[in-house]
T-cell receptor, first 108, second 115 residues
Framework: AQRVTQPEKLLSVFKGAPVELKCNYS??????LFWYVQYSRQRLQLLLR??SRESIKGFTADLNKGETSFHLKKPFAQEEDSAMYYC??????????FGQGTILTVHP | DAGVIQSPRHEVTEMGQEVTLRCKPI?????LFWYRQTMMRGLELLIY??????IDDSGMPEDRFSAKMPNASFSTLKIQPSEPRDSAVYFC???WGTGFTGELFFGEGSRLTVL
């Protein structure tokens, strides 16, 4: 069975502070991990995927297979980062299992 | 392309009534997914289709829920009879199958309230 856990439903930081959104997964095979984001009044959309090893809007995420984690990080949070963030695990084509989501609020 | 289109955007109904949610995927996409979003459980996959064929419906909560995809451009999710615990936002998403990229394109969602 595959499972994604995001332990924090709510996360608040001040502008300019570092932010880390936690994600842990459970899967016996080789996982594909993703972060999705939903800004206010916008559609849920892909933010980044671990295989790309890319930085999007200053966010990065490293897959740690030993700790089965895929935490999302940004060194200096901006107000426009405020959104709902979902971690997702892909185990077979197209079937993404999402976590419970974390609402990030960045205060001015 | 207008993206994935869902209707209705909002639905308020009374317990026991039938609810039908509709989805038009992006043209050319061969996968279609129905998800349910609640604060407690996050985003749950209900069912997904490939080339109009249901592949995995293990997430459908119970027999009150059914989904169909009669053609490549239309899908429905039906709840009959509806119950207050079905209140949630229901998302439809689509993707195309040349390799697993993990990118699903979501609709704006249908917010269902069952009184």
């Amino acid at each position: 069975a595959q499972r994604v856990t995001q332990p924090e439903k709510l996360l608040s930081v001040f502008k300019g502070a570092p932010v880390e959104l936690k994600c842990n997964y459970s899967y016996s095979g080789s996982p594909e991990l993703f972060w999705y984001v939903q800004y206010s009044r916008q559609r849920l959309q892909l933010l980044l995927r671990h295989i790309s090893r890319e930085s999007i809007k200053g966010f990065t995420a490293d897959l740690n297979k030993g700790e089965t984690s895929f935490h999302l990080k940004k060194p200096f949070a901006q107000e426009e980062d405020s959104a709902m963030y979902y971690c997702a695990l892909g185990a077979s084509y197209g079937k993404l299992t999402f976590g419970q989501g974390t609402i990030l609020t960045v205060h001015p | 392309d207008a993206g994935v289109i869902q209707s209705p955007r909002h639905e308020v109904t009374e317990m026991g009534q039938e609810v039908t949610l509709r989805c038009k995927p992006i043209s050319g996409h061969d996968y279609l997914f129905w998800y349910r979003q609640t604060m407690m459980r996050g985003l749950e996959l209900l069912i997904y289709f490939n080339n109009n064929v249901p592949i995995d419906d293990s997430g459908m909560p119970e027999d009150r829920f059914s989904a169909k995809m009669p053609n490549a451009s239309f899908s429905t999710l039906k709840i009959q009879p509806s119950e207050p615990r079905d209140s949630a936002v229901y998302f439809c998403a689509s993707s195309w199958g040349t390799g697993f990229t993990g990118e699903l394109f979501f609709g704006e969602g249908s917010r269902l309230t069952v009184l």
